[in-house]
């Protein structure tokens, strides 16, 4: 027969034991639910560039598919031109995002690229759904000879500011983006074609 018994040792009281620890409680929501703290997992999961025409320039000779995942993300644009060309084609790169970032503020700051050529620097503060930033660029500046075809994209590193950070105080340009600190993310691809073909 097996018989079990406690560890020897009289019991300790954690009153007046100064090796008891107490344990500390989790924050909690009114609800009673564990208060989630946001981390750069929540820049990962929660933010992403969508990158389509703007609405003013979807003409005559204008035409575009927007393609999205099961979950409605922008993941392709397709923009065909026919002739004659437009002279300018404005593209907009508009940061989306899924939960706000009041309380920690988000530091973006990257650049524009065509055909992996850097075009421009972007940068900006996301704090929510609300106000979030947007890249405008056209598409065929410093183009005189159309090509068949263009591919645009965005990248960005952002880094989530400290609690309470006011927004308005942050120059996202200036930042210094730690690696283990700065989620990276890329833009779905905006692909113009040139069309030898007049409109359909």
Known sequence: MLALAACGGPARDPETDPNIVPAVPLATEPGGAALHVLDIGDVEAQVRIAGTLKEEAQ???????????????????????????????????????????????????????????????????????????????????????????????????ALLLPEGTDPTTVDPGALEYPPDHTAHLISNPVRINFSQEGSP
């Open 59 to 157: 003409t005559a000779g204008v035409e575009v598919n927007e393609f999205t995942t099961p979950k409605g993300d922008l993941n392709m644009t397709t923009v065909t031109l026919h002739p004659p060309y437009p002279r300018e084609l404005p593209v907009r790169f508009r940061v989306v995002a899924r939960q706000d970032f009041k309380t920690r503020p988000v530091a973006l700051k990257g650049a524009l690229f065509r055909n992996d050529a850097q075009l421009t620097e972007v940068s900006g503060v996301l704090t929510g759904r609300a106000g979030a930033p947007v890249f405008d660029i056209d598409a065929l500046q410093g183009i005189d000879t159309p090509p068949d075809s263009l591919l645009l994209h965005v990248r960005l590193n």
